[in-house]
């Protein structure tokens, strides 16, 4: 049955199926989508518009029907073309308009499958039959009809809002009805610039009309591919400006400026003294030469001839070995030392800053952090020991180690967060650090021990409390299993040849009297060392005072403890965690008076009587390492929380931009805490290496000989690495107190007879040391009658034995 269609005098079907359905649907209430503006404006009838419908899930908008036939482009603007009778042009397609057969749904007009599309049995039905919008369902997405809303996209096709994209005035030529559409077009692999081919033109193979070439003038050109080389350069700057990458720049920079003359003649000058730095610069060259050249001599140096594991008779620096592969010679292990020297500052500064950021301070709390670690006033008079300047690794390895685990101060636990990589690298740097000297290691080891158990015991004490475990996973457990096996193994490798020195060796082991002549008192921690620039002239009377001052002069910084306080009140940490670090502050330096706070009867004795290890620790005040590290967090988290407030106010301005003022309060913290490190450290010249060194056949004695000149032979040594009975440590064995002791009557038969028990080969004797020793008068003195032979090289006398 059919029924005329207003306007034209044709028939159409009755509507069958989903077309009835929609207008059941819109006869029980749903509204019909109005005409278009233009059609009504021309008053002519709009053609039927599949494109204000969504097309239902896993429809395909371009699958032929064995039934489509037609070849001819179906016109889908809103004004119909006359054809060459007068009448409105006559759809030969198929598919185009209406479905062949009468109530097929999901014709061509919809894509196919699409509910509430028009569905007709003549196949020459004209397009401007009335528009049957009555579908108010979606499909993927919300697809709405704008009938009066004109968005063309720039390539022709209708707008992203589901409508055609035009008034009515817009012909996208060689498309079915609804072909066009921003969803059905996305589905088209292959299809691009809006042409895409109808049903029928797929079974014919037809080539159909570009109606879209009018809209391409306006469209923008296409963005051209970046050149390999210009990809490269971008991923350089964006690696140039990452933070960290200007966090460690910005670390070097500091380093060299803050330790400066130290590069000023790198190979010629060692900071503070050349003794004890003198014995370390050897201790990086022998390590670097005996591991390239015989691994298993590693800890039977060559100096102390003849003693067994005289390479642990000191902490080692043996984490800085590979450095020690490069160059040989004494300059050589001189610029090696200076070099290190710079770098350990700028390690330490970037360690502290990463720790400060993974735990919640904004950048330049963290900066504070850092340089009021790596540049203290009281690190100034360590200087000349570079194994406690080296700490750096400390705070990079627990700022690694909580990055893996996820956890920060400020956001607590955060299971999402978690990487087991970073936890590996996390226990290698630890190890690397434990590698370097047990001075500072062995605490470091210690509390990491004790963050193990005590965060496992909470771990538990939650799972019973709560009866649910707390997100670990077993990755991160076999991360921190074989990572800390690992540095428990490096520790105990370590250990070994120094518990060997102490069997060897009982005298060597400190005792309680020992750590008491160290232990500073607490007017130490506001004194400072002399070569601090700032405080040193001004703290003289006071270091007089000191029994001991290059290790009692404790003075973190007077701007770091104003800070440190400020944070106790304005914070971006919990006031527990504030409290935290209070505590944490004061039972260090509690720990760092050694024997003078309560007579350490419940702090440092303790340690000292029952941790392996404890008792070769000879300086308590090292200790404020700790202090400094735990006054720089709570300086961040102040200077954090300053920073926000100053954004908080900036923020409200127009426009948005800190002003001078407000700029120069977030940085003033920053800069005291530089200025305050500042040094007046010396750089002495290092004694020259005597040409007989060179030529002397080993092993051999150097005269004189005692604690700080044979510092020097050690650095001499390093041409070639001769067996040398000289040697300077934290001890002195009693077979080398006995060889300088038997030695003041050289050349004599008795000390010649002795040295040529040990194995002794030659004697160099330093003219320009022997004044006011014995060696002065018999320096000229002849020798035939002894069985041995002189010669003079250089400014020194070589005796062969």
């Given at each position: 049955?059919?029924?005329g269609?207003?306007?034209t005098?044709k028939?159409?079907?009755?509507?069958?199926?989903t077309?009835?359905e929609?207008?059941?649907?819109?006869?029980?209430?749903?509204?019909?989508?109005?005409?278009?503006?233009?059609d009504?404006?021309?008053?002519?009838?709009?053609a039927?518009t599949a494109?204000t419908t969504?097309?239902?899930?896993g429809?395909?908008?371009?699958q032929?029907?064995?039934?489509d036939g037609?070849?001819?482009?179906?016109?889908?603007?809103?004004?119909?073309?006359?054809?060459?009778s007068?009448?409105?042009?006559?759809?030969t397609?198929?598919?185009?308009?209406?479905?062949?057969g009468?109530?097929?749904k999901?014709?061509?007009?919809t894509?196919?499958g699409?509910?509430?599309?028009?569905a007709?049995?003549d196949s020459?039905?004209?397009?401007?039959?009335?528009?049957?919008?009555?579908n108010?369902a979606?499909?993927?997405?919300?697809?709405?009809a704008d009938s009066t809303t004109?968005?063309?996209?720039?390539?022709g096709?209708?707008?992203?809002?589901?409508t055609?994209?035009?008034?009515?005035?817009?012909v996208?030529?060689?498309?079915?009805?609804?072909?066009g559409?921003?969803?059905?077009?996305?589905?088209?692999?292959g299809r691009?610039?809006g042409?895409?081919?109808?049903?029928?033109?797929?079974?014919?193979?037809a080539a159909?009309?570009d109606?879209?070439d009018r809209?391409?003038?306006?469209?923008?050109?296409?963005?051209?591919?970046?050149s390999?080389?210009t990809?490269?350069g971008?991923?350089?700057?964006?690696?140039?400006?990452?933070?960290?990458?200007?966090?460690?720049l910005?670390?070097?920079?500091?380093?060299v400026?803050m330790?400066w003359?130290?590069?000023r003649?790198?190979?010629?000058?060692?900071p503070?003294d050349?003794w004890?730095?003198?014995l370390q610069?050897?201790?990086m060259?022998?390590s670097?030469?005996?591991?390239?050249?015989e691994p298993?001599r590693?800890?039977q140096?060559n100096?102390f001839f003849?003693?067994l594991?005289?390479?642990a008779f000191s902490?080692?620096?043996?984490?800085?070995a590979?450095?020690g592969?490069l160059g040989s010679g004494?300059?050589d292990?001189?610029?090696?030392?200076?070099?290190?020297f710079?770098?350990a500052?700028a390690?330490?500064?970037?360690?502290a800053?990463?720790?400060a950021r993974?735990?919640?301070?904004?950048?330049i709390?963290?900066?504070?952090?850092g340089?009021?670690?790596?540049?203290?006033?009281?690190l100034?008079?360590?200087a000349?020991?570079l194994?406690?300047?080296?700490n750096g690794?400390?705070?990079?390895?627990?700022a690694?180690?909580?990055r893996?685990h996820g956890?920060s101060l400020?956001?607590?636990?955060?299971?999402e967060?978690?990487?087991d990589?970073?936890?590996?690298?996390?226990?290698?740097v630890?190890a690397?650090?434990?590698?370097?000297g047990?001075?500072?290691?062995l605490?470091?080891a210690?509390?990491?021990?004790?963050?193990?158990?005590?965060?496992?015991?909470?771990?538990y004490?939650?799972?019973?409390r709560?009866?649910?475990?707390?997100?670990?996973?077993?990755?991160?457990?076999?991360a921190?299993?074989l990572?800390?096996?690992?540095?428990a193994?490096?520790g105990?490798?370590?250990a070994?040849?120094?518990?060997?020195v102490?069997e060897?060796?009982p005298?060597?082991?400190?005792t309680?009297?020992?750590?008491?002549?160290?232990?500073?008192p607490?007017?130490?921690?506001?004194?400072?060392?002399?070569?601090?620039?700032?405080w040193?002239?001004?703290?003289?009377?006071?270091?007089?005072?000191?029994?001991?001052?290059?290790?009692?002069?404790?003075?973190?910084?007077?701007?770091?403890?104003?800070?440190?306080a400020?944070?106790?009140?304005f914070s971006v940490?919990?006031?527990?965690?504030r409290l935290l670090?209070?505590?944490?502050?004061?039972?260090?330096m509690?720990?760092a008076?050694?024997?003078?706070?309560?007579?350490?009867?419940?702090?440092?004795?303790?340690?000292?009587?029952?941790?392996?290890?404890?008792?070769?620790?000879?300086?308590?005040?090292?200790?404020?390492?700790?202090?400094?590290?735990?006054?720089?967090l709570?300086?961040?988290?102040?200077?954090?929380?300053l920073?926000?407030?100053?954004?908080e106010?900036?923020?409200q301005?127009?426009?948005?931009?800190?002003g001078?003022?407000l700029r120069?309060?977030?940085?003033?913290?920053l800069?005291?805490?530089?200025?305050?490190g500042?040094n007046t450290?010396?750089?002495p010249?290092?004694?020259?290496?005597?040409?007989?060194?060179?030529?002397?056949?080993?092993p051999?004695?150097?005269?004189?000989?005692?604690q700080?000149?044979?510092?020097?032979?050690m650095l001499?040594s390093?041409s070639g690495?001769p067996?040398?009975?000289?040697?300077?440590?934290g001890?002195t064995?009693?077979?080398l107190?006995d060889?300088?002791?038997?030695?003041?009557?050289f050349?004599?038969?008795?000390?010649?007879?002795?040295?040529?028990t040990l194995g002794?080969?030659?004697?160099?004797?330093?003219?320009g040391?022997?004044?006011?020793?014995p060696?002065?008068?018999?320096?000229?003195?002849?020798v035939?009658?002894l069985g041995?032979?002189?010669q003079?090289?250089?400014?020194?006398?070589?005796?062969r034995?």
């Open positions: 049955m059919t029924t269609q207003p306007g005098g028939a159409r079907p009755t509507p069958t199926g077309d009835a929609t207008r059941s649907a819109t006869a029980s209430g749903t509204p019909a989508q109005p005409a278009r503006t233009s009504v404006v021309s008053g002519k009838t709009p039927p494109e969504a097309p239902s899930a429809a395909v908008a371009d032929p029907r064995p039934s037609g070849t001819a482009g179906a016109t889908t603007s809103g004004d119909p073309q006359p054809s060459k007068g009448g409105a042009k006559k759809e397609a198929g598919d185009a308009a209406t479905g062949k009468g109530g097929r999901g014709s061509a007009a894509g196919g699409t509910e509430g599309g028009t007709t049995s020459t039905a004209k397009d401007s039959s009335p528009a049957k919008d009555s108010t979606k499909a993927d997405s919300t697809a709405k004109t968005n063309p996209a720039k390539d096709t209708p707008a992203m809002d589901g055609d994209g035009g008034s009515g005035d817009v996208v030529k060689g498309t079915g009805a609804g072909k559409t921003w969803w059905s077009r996305g589905r088209r692999a691009t610039d042409q895409a081919k109808t049903d029928g033109d797929t079974k014919t193979g159909t009309p109606g879209s809209w391409e003038a306006f469209a923008s050109a296409p963005e051209p591919r970046p390999i080389v990809r490269a971008r991923a350089v700057g964006r690696f140039l400006i990452h933070e960290w990458t200007l966090a460690t910005g670390a070097l920079a500091l380093a400026l330790t003359p130290t590069l003649y790198p190979r010629y000058t060692l503070q050349y004890d730095p003198s610069a050897w201790q060259a022998w670097g030469h005996i591991l390239l050249a298993a590693l800890w140096s100096t003849p003693e594991w005289s390479f902490d080692t620096l043996l984490g800085y590979p450095a592969m004494p300059e292990a001189i610029l090696r030392y200076n070099i290190m710079v770098l500052h390690l330490a500064t970037l360690g800053y990463a720790l993974q735990l919640g301070a904004g950048r709390g963290a900066a504070v952090a340089v009021s670690y790596a540049y203290a006033p009281w100034l008079a360590q000349g020991h194994h406690v300047l080296s690794g400390i705070p990079l390895a627990l690694m180690l909580a893996g956890w400020r956001h607590g636990y955060r299971p967060r978690r990487h990589g970073w936890v590996y690298a996390g226990w290698l630890a690397w650090q434990l590698s370097l047990f001075g500072i290691g605490p470091f210690y509390l990491l021990a004790c963050a193990v158990i005590v965060t496992a015991v909470l771990y004490a939650r799972r019973l709560t009866g649910q475990a707390v997100p670990f996973g077993r990755r991160l457990f076999l921190d299993l990572g800390g096996l690992f540095f193994g490096v105990l490798l370590m070994f040849p120094f518990f060997k102490t060897l060796h005298y060597a082991e400190r309680i009297g020992d750590i008491s002549i160290f232990s500073p607490a007017s130490g921690f506001v004194t400072a060392p002399a070569e601090s620039r700032i040193g002239g001004l703290h003289e009377g006071a270091r007089a005072a000191l029994p001991w001052h290059p290790e009692m002069t404790l003075l973190p910084g007077f701007v770091l403890y104003a800070l440190a400020g944070g106790l009140f940490w919990r006031l527990r965690h670090l209070l505590a944490g502050v004061l039972v260090t509690a720990f008076m050694g024997t003078r706070f309560f007579d350490g009867t419940f702090t440092y004795v303790p340690l000292f009587e029952h941790l392996p290890g404890w008792s070769g620790l000879r300086t308590p005040g090292r200790l404020m390492l700790w202090t400094t590290l735990l006054l720089g709570l300086a961040a988290g102040a200077v954090t929380a920073t926000d407030r100053v954004r106010l900036t923020a301005r127009i426009p948005s931009w800190p001078p003022w120069m309060a977030t940085l003033l913290p800069l005291l805490v530089a200025v305050e500042l450290t010396p750089h010249v290092v004694p020259t290496q005597p040409a007989a060194m060179r030529s002397a056949e080993g051999l004695l150097v005269l004189p000989s005692n700080s000149l044979d510092q020097h032979v001499w390093t690495f067996d040398v009975v000289n040697g300077g440590s001890f064995p009693r077979q107190d060889v300088r002791r038997v030695s003041q009557s050349p004599d038969q008795t000390s010649v007879d002795y040295l040529r002794v080969r030659s004697v160099v004797l330093l003219r040391q022997v004044v006011g020793t060696w002065e008068i018999t320096i000229d003195a002849p035939e009658s041995i032979s002189r003079d090289v250089g400014d020194a006398v070589v005796y034995l």
